[in-house]
């Protein structure tokens, strides 16, 4: 049974730090490219950052600089570490995976992406 669950639901202070969390069940976990996604209020979902398998990380532009991606394989698990945070990062935040996906130029389109976590909300407050 595939399952990918997310941690680190709450609110922050604008300006603030947070980190979300990602443990799945895949197998291998070092074959899948792993990726956060976030959608707004009453927007899409938007690819925010992006590692594939051989660690190569990519980054959407509103995020650069801000957003670290990162994983333990021996864990199984998925960080994003959030810093200097924004109103506008607010959304629900989604882990997802792509099996065998390398090389990419930008974060990964979500209709790449093989599996998904239920998302947990993050609220940013000014």
């Known amino acids: 049974q595939v399952f990918l669950e997310e941690s680190g639901r709450g609110s922050v202070q604008a300006g603030g730090s947070h980190k979300l969390s990602c443990v799945v069940s895949?197998?291998?976990?070092?074959?899948?490219?792993m990726a956060w996604f976030r959608q707004g209020p009453g927007g899409g979902r938007e690819g925010v950052a992006a590692?594939?398998?051989?660690?190569?990380?990519r980054y959407a532009d509103s995020v650069k600089g801000r957003f670290t991606i990162s994983k333990d394989n021996a864990k199984k698990t998925l960080y994003l570490q959030m810093n200097n945070l924004k109103p506008d990062d607010s959304g629900i935040y989604y882990c997802a995976a792509a099996f065998g996906l390398l090389g990419m130029k930008t974060v990964p389109s979500d209709r790449h992406m093989d599996y998904w976590g239920g998302g947990i909300l993050v609220t940013i407050s000014s």
């Open positions: 895949l197998d291998p976990y070092s074959a899948y490219c």
């Open positions: 590692i594939d398998s051989d660690g190569l990380t």
